[in-house]
Nanobody
């Protein structure tokens, strides 16, 4: 059974940086994704990293491309989300989630589903990120 523990959240001013960590225990996964949820908002997919039979791939929401970077250290079983040039709209609770996917089952539409929260069944407890203007 996979368990996830996030850390690294905090409060920063706009333009600042934070690095979130998602410590993973267990083995039944090949994708770790980051989601965020602001007050009165739906959970939004931010970034994901797939490391499976088809190699390693990374995915980003348009709102964070060029500013956020997801990486994975298999030695310490931790996935990182480096967040640069933070904006007030990046404020929210950030969650990591894990799942075991077979991209072939998505018929070429894999990239449309990898950042959808409904595709994930294992979640961490979340870490708060607050960006002030």
């Amino acid at each position: 059974q996979v368990q996830l523990v996030e850390s690294g959240g905090g409060s920063v001013q706009a333009g600042g940086s934070l690095r979130l960590s998602c410590e993973v225990s267990g083995y039944d996964y090949n994708t770790i994704a980051w989601f965020r949820q602001g007050p009165r908002e739906q959970r939004e997919g931010v970034a994901a990293i797939y490391d499976g039979r088809q190699g390693r791939s990374k995915y980003y929401a348009d709102s964070v491309k060029g500013r956020f970077a997801v990486s994975q250290d298999n030695v310490v079983k931790t996935v990182y989300l480096q967040m640069n040039s933070l904006k007030p709209e990046d404020t929210g609770t950030y969650y990591c989630a894990s799942e075991y996917f077979d991209p072939d089952q998505y018929g070429g539409s894999w990239s449309r589903y990898v950042l959808q929260s409904t595709e994930y069944h294992t979640w961490g407890q979340g870490t708060q990120v607050t960006v002030s203007s």
